[in-house]
């Protein structure tokens, strides 16, 4: 079949396969020089003294945890506030809601939301919970910003595994004599727990790489605080201290360092949430 | 109607549990209105802190004004250097990463054994979770220096780093939903194509691809979106001088100058970077509309 096409088409076609196979390299080599590239320059460079202290400009060394703490600090803080908003949201416009208007609206706001740039979130952050609700520059102030950076993100993974909760489960349920609430607390929210994991993971990773949010909201000081204390004053995350040793005071060992970690982080949350969605898969499929 | 009338109407008084659901009803209703809550107070303290800055310095001036000295003796405010620098390098980016991840997308969803597939979508899974300082830091020392010695130019951070670096943040969602368009052409409009003597390779290009092409451009759309609000990398690689945009050239983008002079803004100068920001926010709402436009079409279809 191959001969008896004229040569024209022949190379046109030739030409088109080896620009796929060109680009899905450049792709792959891409993803593996920079996985590589971090990983070569910033190992080295973890050692406990940057682990497991805080900077110290009397001695003369840099020490990251205090940024390892804020960022569990706002993932904690973050996800506490995002979760309820995000899953009731879900919960309404999948269980509840009647009027298609109002799910329109709701839908429509949601995606704008996930197009807003991180910029815009971190100045609006600062006017409104930085200064208007006067949290001040904070871990609070930075994670109330992520909770709605994330809400969409949470609503949407939500109200997929909402979807997939069979109805026969519901009316069985609804045929025993339960109420709504009762349908969805012990029936529905259960069989969707998978969508809500999904979820977290990748809220979490969202709020591991955001910097632009958090600069003007959460600030960037490397002390050590308690939970409580940390979340009333300000800090740098991991990401924010990345930026801020690298392109304000050229530590690039410990910016890289940094970015070594993160980068570890990322491959392992990306390896969760392919694990969780071939977990969905296959019980959709039973 | 007083409350009394309303709870007997409603007939709460003989069925608490019809009380308790109606309440938790609504609190569900009002955590779905949340997301609404946010896009308003979002826009309108947007449009409430940017354009009082924009009509001091006047709506001319500042959008066409192509000198930004916010810090000078006789400060000016224009910001079309920054406009176009974010024209420009979105452009650029557009311009390389689009085709890159076109091709991949073509070759994943139709010629890859399932393998290859899985191996990439972790691939382009932490290609898009890769944080955006760490896209700044690789390109800060790899590519700055690059540009320098083999283009010769004093500085190699420009605007063709910044380009290069957003070309490849597209990338991931360029792929992604260029992939799942290209998935959704239905198997007989290949089938039909085969059987009438076309190659496998012509058969993607000249069929399955213009099927998908609304998915395709969605793609291109929402990689617009993404590089024209990426602030953090290209704030690390662009140089960050409010210079009119030119390929080798220092230069600020839209992002960039409001992060940039954040924290050490006071006055007027702070104002103005909050038009800058509603200035962006427009951009992206345009962009919001063109996908929401092609997304209906698309369903439509």
Sequence with gaps: MIERISGTRRTWCTVMKALCYLSLILVTALTAFMILYVLFRGVPHITPQLLFTKPSTLRHTIGILPDILNTIYIVIATLVVVLPIGVGAAIYLNEYATNRKIVELIEFAAETLSGIPSIIYGLVGMLVFVQFCSLGTSLMAGALTLVIMNLPTIMRTTQESLKTVPESYREGAFALGAGKWRVIRTVVLPTCVNGIVTGCILSIGRILSESAALLFTAGFAHNINGFIDGLGSAGATLTVALYVYASERGEFDIAFAIASILMVLTVIINLLTGYMGRLMKRRNGQ | ?301
């Design chain 2, 1 to 301: 109607m007083n409350l009394r009338e309303f709870i007997d109407q409603k007939g709460y008084r003989h069925n608490p549990r019809r009380l308790m659901e109606d309440i938790i009803h609504m609190v569900f209703l009002i955590l779905g209105l949340v997301a609404v809550g946010s896009v308003l107070v979002i826009t309108v303290y947007l449009v409430i802190s940017g354009l009082p800055a924009i009509f001091r310095i006047g709506p001319v001036e500042f959008l066409f004004g192509t000198r930004w000295a916010s810090t000078a003796a006789e400060p000016e405010f224009g910001i079309l250097p920054f406009i176009l620098t974010s024209i420009y390098g979105t452009a650029g980016a557009i311009i390389i990463g689009v085709p890159i991840g076109f091709f991949a997308a073509v070759y994943l969803a139709k010629m890859a054994p399932k393998k290859v597939r899985d191996a990439m979508e972790l691939c382009i899974g932490v290609l898009a979770g890769i944080p955006s300082v760490v896209y700044g830091l690789v390109g800060m020392t790899i590519l700055v220096p690059g540009i320098r010695i083999l283009f010769g130019v004093p500085d190699g951070a420009t605007l063709l780093a910044a380009i290069i670096v957003l070309a490849v943040m597209i990338l991931p969602s360029v792929i992604n939903v260029s992939l799942t368009s290209l998935q959704a052409v239905p198997r007989e409009y290949e089938e039909a194509s085969l059987a009438l003597g076309a190659t496998d390779i012509e058969t993607y290009f000249r069929v399955t691809v213009p099927a998908a092409k609304s998915g395709i451009f969605t793609a291109i759309v929402l990689g617009i979106g993404r590089a024209i609000g990426e602030a953090m990398a290209i704030m690390m690689v662009a140089g960050n001088v409010a210079n009119m945009p030119s390929i080798f050239k220092s230069v600020r983008f839209l992002t960039t100058a409001v992060a940039s002079e954040m924290s050490y803004s006071s006055g007027l100068q702070r104002e103005a970077l909050f038009s800058i920001a509603l200035v962006l926010f427009l951009f992206i709402m345009i962009i919001n509309a063109i996908l929401n436009v092609l997304k209906t079409g698309g369903e439509r279809r």
